[in-house]
């Protein structure tokens, strides 16, 4: 799926999680798989627990990280991607 940064990240319903220390853990009712989340990943989680705009979590990223904006974009749609794929977030 082509990401945008006009679009808009919702986690999906099936999914719960809960925080660990400066990590995420992610449970996938649907097919019961957990999955984890590093520290970069566990905050851009925290981000979207309400729906949020792909350029919006980008924005705060490059306030809160040193990190080039082209790295992190790259990065953060590598993750969205992965995210869409195992069906823990939606994207509109």
Do not use: H
């Not at 082509?2 to 992610?26: G, M």
């Not at 490059?62 to 904006?69: H, I």
Request: charged share 30%; aromatic share 6%.
């Amino acid at each position: 799926m082509e990401i945008s940064l006009n679009q808009t990240v919702v986690v999906a319903k099936d999914v719960v999680s809960c925080d660990l220390v400066e990590e995420a853990a992610l449970l996938n009712l649907k097919d019961g798989v957990y999955y984890g989340l590093n520290p970069v990943g566990a905050r851009i989680w925290n981000l979207i627990q309400k729906p949020r705009k792909v350029e919006e979590i980008l924005e705060i990223l490059l306030d809160e990280y040193d990190v080039d904006r082209d790295t992190c974009q790259n990065d953060l749609f590598e993750l969205l991607e992965q995210l869409i794929e195992k069906e823990l977030v939606t994207v509109k």
